[in-house]
């Protein structure tokens, strides 16, 4: 797809806030994408419709993952983690995107999942720590960010899961299962 059909398409989808969020993944994603060698059309165009189902309503959300057939187990999990699949659905489905590492890219950019590729990886990491982001520990991430994409990303899901376990939160699997694969095939490397 054409990058300034895709810009038009997602700001029309989304509030100014997220849309301005979304310019800023995609500049880091792209930032990334020239440091560690991955396709810059593809990232552009994962980080652009990475949030394109976060503005909408979580009954509407629900019936997407139904309607899309997206595993119901989904549905048990906070309503935050609903929008990467759903979007992947809405923009194969009605945008004909069609490459399965832009589609996987967008649908586990909120929970990760193991054995992520490049591109996946890129996004997880660029959605964390785009320039706006303030939260406890994105310096860190940052910093990694430039020595070690997959240091960055086990940092970040490290942090995801600190945090959620301190809000007494539930976990998705599949952040466990990003956690333990990159701990297994990079080892621990503290900054
Ligand atoms: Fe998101
Ligand atoms: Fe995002």
């Known amino acids: 797809m054409d990058i300034e059909k895709a810009i038009e398409l997602v700001e029309a989808n989304l509030t100014k806030g997220r849309f301005e969020h979304t310019l800023r993944v995609k500049d880091t994603a792209i930032q ?33 993952i139904i309607s899309y057939a997206l595993p119901d187990d989904l549905l ?52 964390y720590i785009e320039p706006k982001r303030s939260f406890p520990g994105v310096e860190d ?16 899901l ?11 939160a539930t976990i998705h699997p599949n952040t466990f299962f990003a956690y333990n694969h990159l701990t297994k095939t990079i080892g621990v490397k503290e900054v």
Request: aromatic content about 8%.
């Open 141 to 156: 991430v940052r910093k990694e960010a430039k020595q070690d994409l997959h240091n960055a990303a086990r940092r970040a």
């Open 158 to 168: 490290k942090n995801t899961i600190h945090h959620l376990l301190d809000k007494d």
């Open 32 to 64: 990334l994408a020239e440091q560690y060698g991955a396709p810059i059309d593809l990232v552009t165009i994962a980080a652009l419709f990475h949030d394109y189902a976060k503005d909408m309503d979580k009954n509407e959300l629900r019936r997407l």
């Open 76 to 127: 048990e999990y906070h309503h935050e983690l609903w929008h990467g699949p759903v979007a992947a659905k809405i923009v194969e489905d009605q945008l004909q995107i069609t490459n399965e590492d832009v589609l996987n890219a967008i649908y586990y950019h909120t929970t990760g999942r193991a054995n992520m590729s490049l591109v996946e990886t890129i996004i997880f990491v660029a959605d």
